[in-house]
């Protein structure tokens, strides 16, 4: 134990310096309070339900009907007990307040990295080597991307992007040589990665590790060490079959889910415009990165910074109006309600930043580095960018989209960009590691610093002296937001004057940034240089790169997840405030019905969900079906027979200006079942669709073509004396007894869901049918009858035997592996 200590006990000290910088940077989390994040919030609404019959049962249901009338639980939560990758992510999230593990996993697994990275470099000394390490790990951990989405509450996101770095450290071990050992560590990260259930993130990341298998690929031809690569490909494919074994259950349960939501294949023919499947290309692309945006990675407020106002009384916007004679408090107010953020997206939490000193040393390690990794960085970096794009560069954006697997079922195209964010980093500090190695021509490093200076230095210079040689500081609708004003203060000089001060803001924040990373990169050229020339101490002068470049990336950071955006547990929980009708709902003991709540954007949020059942809520990848309805039969226009179908039993309103909130109950929703005495039968979805627009859902029926088959038409009554109520309510298990003299339809108030819900009367598994779209319906035998419906989905079931399986696989490979390094270390 004292040999492990002694050996690694400078890598532990990392570790607490990496938690002291997380104290600083969070030292409310320390304090106890709590980071305000929509998303989480957002998700906290959606799981109510499941959390509160997982305290009831001990187990949570696999099932909630919480939002959008019904979806599968385990697309909001879920635990999988028998994936091994659920304790481990537990348990290191329960080392630290959130989202100080997340920021501790960017911190530890880049170290990671960087140390394998580095480990072959003989001619650096050991602290060399780890300062080294600490400094590409700050310069990965702290891009502000990494926090913008912390702040924005996509933890799982969060958790997929800090796995980026182990995982590559576990290929290049493997590539290495070193295949147990990185095999081992490749097959537990990319099952973490997979487990974080953040898949559009991991599939980037193999996107940029399909292009570094093809050059190395490249590489073992040209050297004639193919049997060597391949066997390092087979131990990786491993690795990875390894991984989809852990998760199976997940990613069976996610695939069969997505293939009936709205990234799956459409159901409705009418929009020619529409592909068949995958995402609408409009939604997929609605937030794409703008071609000249990509200044932010040198310069953070090169296009305003935020969505959110930043201007104080000491802006132009501001002097304009005080000119005027507008109050000065006045003026203030409406200077911070002035959109700074002049890009193409609809809105953004920040940009992105790389760091000016990590974006000086990328270019400097275009021109210096020689090592095969820097063509893949260079490819993989390029390729992200153009990618993120999006719908201003769609002739490869389309590619794709079009053509390359599952790529469509993505939306938010730019933040592909965490694979460039990955790069920066690596290759700043591979320029750095060519500086220090002997063999190298000093006057020859010392060229190729001076040309990337002229390059960086002299871009920076000329925008900071011309910023509008390139830009113009003008939204998109910007001519709107002039008449949006005129209309406000009703005088076309005095709105023009504003929106023009408003432009010189924006030109200010962009010089006030141009001229900070000018003065970065300047103490990049010089450490650098200092560096090269061995004019001051090598391990001094790196320590003294990595305080300025977390300097550099703490500040830019700190504009956007800062001690502001924490409150103590007490202000939190006032948002979930339920109001006067939401008690009143609330009293209703009717264990099933829905709600349509129309204070809120029913359909994009799930606010209404922390206290009801509701027809709304949110969800990035809502089922098909419903997404159609909603498109079809909410837009515009309501359609009562719809949200009577959906037993929507309330309905929550509120005046024109927001005040007022009152509630009705709707007289006629139908319940949780009923029998029907019609039946409208239809040849496809298309004619299923228009038929509900208009008909009594109590009385008929609207049924596709495709089940009729299953019904015995001669022999079905009419629902006169029927009855059928629900007795027992629980998310995926519902009981009914019904009563009826003749083999009857009944329609139920319930999801249509076919990969899982099973439908027993008396015990007995019957089968059942699609009604009303979305519905589900069965013909039920003549008498009184006990039916009950459970979700039983065998993806889920069967899915955790083989991620049980997986889980034991993995940790016999990582003893293995472990064992088998140690003897070699123990020959050694």
Same mark, same amino acid.
């Given at each position: ?502 432009? *010189? /803001?924006? +030109?200010?924040?962009? #010089?006030?940034?141009?001229? &900070?990373? @000018?003065?970065?990169? =300047?103490?990049? !050229?010089? $450490? ?53 009708? *939401? /008690?009143? +709902?609330?009293?209703? #003991?009717?264990?099933?019905? &829905?709600? @349509?709540?129309?204070? =809120?954007?029913? !359909?994009? $949020? ?74 409208? !039968? ?147």
């Amino acid at each position: 134990m004292n040999n492990w200590f002694k050996k690694n006990g400078v890598h532990l000290a990392i570790i607490v310096f990496f938690v002291a910088l997380c104290f600083v940077y969070f030292t409310p989390a320390f304090q106890g309070k709590v980071l305000v994040q929509h998303d989480v919030s957002q998700a906290e609404a959606m799981q109510r339900e499941i959390m509160a019959f997982k305290e009831k049962d001990g187990k949570a249901p696999l099932w909630t009907n919480a939002m959008f009338g019904g979806m599968p639980s385990y697309q909001i939560w879920a635990t999988y007990p028998k994936n091994i990758t659920t304790y481990i992510l537990s348990g290191f999230r329960a080392m630290f307040p959130n989202p100080v593990d997340m920021v501790m996993l960017y911190l530890i697994g880049s170290y990671f990295l960087f140390t394998v990275l580095l480990a072959p470099v003989k001619t650096l000394s050991k602290p060399t080597r780890i300062i080294l390490s600490v400094i590409g790990a700050l310069a990965f951990a702290f891009s502000s991307y990494n926090f913008i989405i912390i702040e924005a509450g996509h933890g799982n996101k969060a958790l997929a992007i800090g796995f980026f770095a182990p995982i590559l450290a576990g290929l290049l071990l493997t590539l290495r040589g070193k295949y147990w050992l990185g095999a081992g560590i490749s097959a537990l990260f990319i099952s973490l990665a997979i487990r974080a259930n953040h898949i559009q993130m991991t599939y980037y990341l193999f996107i940029a590790l399909l292009i570094l298998m093809l050059i190395y690929l490249i590489h073992a031809y040209k050297t004639k060490t193919f049997k060597t690569y391949l066997k390092s490909t087979g131990f990786l494919i491993i690795a990875v079959i390894v991984a989809i074994a852990v998760n199976f259950s997940m990613l069976w349960t996610t695939y069969e889910y997505g293939q009936l939501s709205i990234r799956g294949k459409a159901n409705l023919t009418q929009e020619p415009t529409e592909k068949s499947t995958g995402l609408d290309k409009e939604y997929a692309y609605q937030w794409s990165q703008g071609i000249g945006e990509c200044i932010t990675f040198l310069i953070p407020n090169a296009y305003g910074g935020a969505s959110s106002p930043t201007l104080d009384g000491n802006s132009h916007v501001a002097k304009v109006l005080k000119d005027k004679g507008v109050d000065v408090q006045q003026a203030e107010g409406f200077a911070q309600q002035m959109p700074t953020y002049w890009g193409p997206k609809p809105f953004t939490s920040g940009p992105w930043y790389f760091g000016a000193i990590v974006f000086f040393l990328f270019i400097y390690g275009l021109f210096v580095v020689k090592s095969k990794l820097k063509w893949w960085l260079l490819s993989a970096t390029l390729l992200s960018i153009v990618l993120s794009f999006g719908k201003y560069f769609d002739l490869i954006s389309n590619i794709f989209f079009d053509y390359f697997p599952l790529y469509n079922k993505f939306r938010a195209v730019e933040s592909i960009l965490v694979i460039a964010s990955l790069c920066f980093p690596i290759l700043a500090i591979m320029a750095i590691v060519e500086s220090l190695k002997p063999k190298n021509d000093q006057q020859w490093l010392i060229k190729k610093l001076k040309l990337s200076g002229y390059i960086i230095g002299g871009i920076l210079v000329v925008l900071w002296l011309i910023p509008t040689l390139f830009f113009n500081f003008r939204a998109e609708n910007h001519q709107d937001f002039i008449n949006q004003l005129n209309q406000l203060v009703g005088d076309t000089g005095f709105a023009n004057s504003i929106a023009q001060a408003l432009i *010189d /803001d924006r +030109i200010a924040l962009f #010089k006030a940034d141009a001229l &900070r990373s @000018l003065a970065f990169v =300047i103490i990049a !050229f010089v $450490s650098v240089w200092a560096i090269i020339t061995k004019k001051l101490n090598v391990n001094t002068t790196l320590i003294a790169m990595g305080v300025v470049i977390l300097a550099d990336m703490w500040t830019v950071d700190k504009r956007y997840l800062n001690n502001e955006k924490f409150v103590s547990k007490s202000v939190l929980s006032q948002q979930w405030k339920a109001r006067e009708v *939401d /008690d009143f +709902i609330l009293r209703d #003991k009717d264990p099933d019905f &829905r709600v @349509l709540d129309l204070t =809120i954007p029913t !359909f994009s $949020s799930a606010n209404a969900t922390y206290f009801h059942k509701t027809i709304g809520g949110y969800h990035a990848a809502k089922l098909k079906r419903l997404q159609e309805l909603i498109e079809k039969q909410f837009s515009g226009s309501i359609n009562q027979d719809v949200l009577d179908m959906l037993n929507t039993k309330y309905f929550i309103t509120s005046g024109q200006e927001g005040q007022n909130v009152s509630m009705k109950i709707n007289q006629t929703a139908c319940g949780h079942a009923w029998f029907v005495d019609n039946i409208q !039968f239809v040849k496809n979805n298309d004619e299923e669709m228009a038929a509900i627009s208009s008909f009594d859902p109590k009385k008929e029926a609207i049924i596709n073509d495709e089940f009729k088959t299953s019904l015995d038409l001669n022999k079905l009554g009419t629902s006169e004396g029927a009855k059928i109520e629900l007795v027992s309510y629980h998310p995926d298990h519902l009981k009914y007894e019904y009563s009826t003299s003749k083999k009857s339809i009944a329609v139920f108030s319930e999801i249509w869901y076919p990969k899982g819900w099973k439908m027993y009367v008396d015990g007995e598994e019957t089968p059942y049918i699609r009604a009303n779209y979305v519905l589900r319906a069965a013909e039920l035998p003549g008498g009184n009858h006990t039916i009950e419906w459970k979700f039983e989905p065998k993806s889920y079931y069967f899915g955790e035997n083989i991620s049980l399986i997986g889980s034991v696989l993995l940790s016999l490979i990582l003893a293995f592996a472990i064992f088998r390094q140690k003897s070699q270390e123990q020959k050694a």
